[in-house]
């Protein structure tokens, strides 16, 4: 893997993570699931979405960016939690608060195609993932599109931290792998990512 690129496998606990999976629930009450699609072709992403903290990502045939408010009730994204601000804090290594919780939803056939994250302004932060529910098979590449790529399992309770080099490189979700966890009821998997978007 690049540098710079952290695998923290089982950094949560059980109890940790049904507590997440119960602040997001309330969470998602308040800023409902949405249905991205793409720039200029509006084709849907398969993996709908959420946001919490003072910024969320969005993607609409306008384009990617970063918004404050949510694009379909039009309110404020609720706080990101306590508890993820402490995990940031304990393994960022970056001395400012992230100011987006991109929430991922994957359910049936979902993934997500090899990107790059670069809508942030603020590339000396690092990427932080969470991932909650089934496991899924992660591909990070390099920093250019058709390089070499490798495959990660990803498991719930795993933190992943893209720092350094690792924060420009293409990665991406495969596939979930259906009936690998019981922490949602309804299977499925969820995923977390802590990002600074603006230079403090
Ligand atoms: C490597 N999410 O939201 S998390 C995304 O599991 C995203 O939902 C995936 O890619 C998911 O943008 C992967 C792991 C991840 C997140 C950000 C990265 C890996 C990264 C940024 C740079 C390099
Ligand atoms: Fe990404």
């Known amino acids: 893997m690049q540098p710079g690129f952290r695998y923290l496998p089982g950094h949560l606990g059980a109890d940790q993570q049904r507590q997440l999976v119960e602040t997001l629930r309330l969470a998602v009450a308040e800023a409902p699931l949405f ?3 793409m720039p200029r072709t509006g084709r849907p992403f398969t993996v709908r979405m959420t946001n919490l903290g003072t910024l969320g990502w969005v993607s609409d045939r ?3 960016r970063y918004q404050s408010t949510h694009p379909e009730t039009g309110k404020a994204w609720s706080p990101i939690p306590d508890t993820l601000l402490g995990l940031w804090r304990a393994v960022s ?3 400012h608060d992230p100011e987006a919780c991109l929430v991922n939803v994957y359910k049936g056939g979902a993934k997500m195609g090899l990107h790059r994250d670069e809508d942030e302004e603020e590339f000396t932060a ?3 993932s969470v991932s ?8 990070m590449g390099g920093p250019e599109r058709g390089g070499k ?3 990660l399992k990803l498991s719930s309770g795993d933190v992943v931290v893209m720092g350094g080099a690792s924060r420009l490189c293409y990665h991406g979700i495969d596939r979930v792998l259906p009936g690998t966890s019981t922490l949602l009821k309804d299977g499925g998997r969820i995923n977390l990512t802590l990002r600074r978007v603006t230079k403090p």
């Open 35 to 37: 249905t991205p699609v």
């Open 149 to 151: 790529t490798e495959t």
């Open 126 to 128: 690092p990427v932080l």
């Open 93 to 95: 290594g970056y001395p």
């Open 62 to 64: 306008d384009g990617y």
């Open 132 to 139: 909650l529910g089934d496991m899924a098979v992660f591909r």
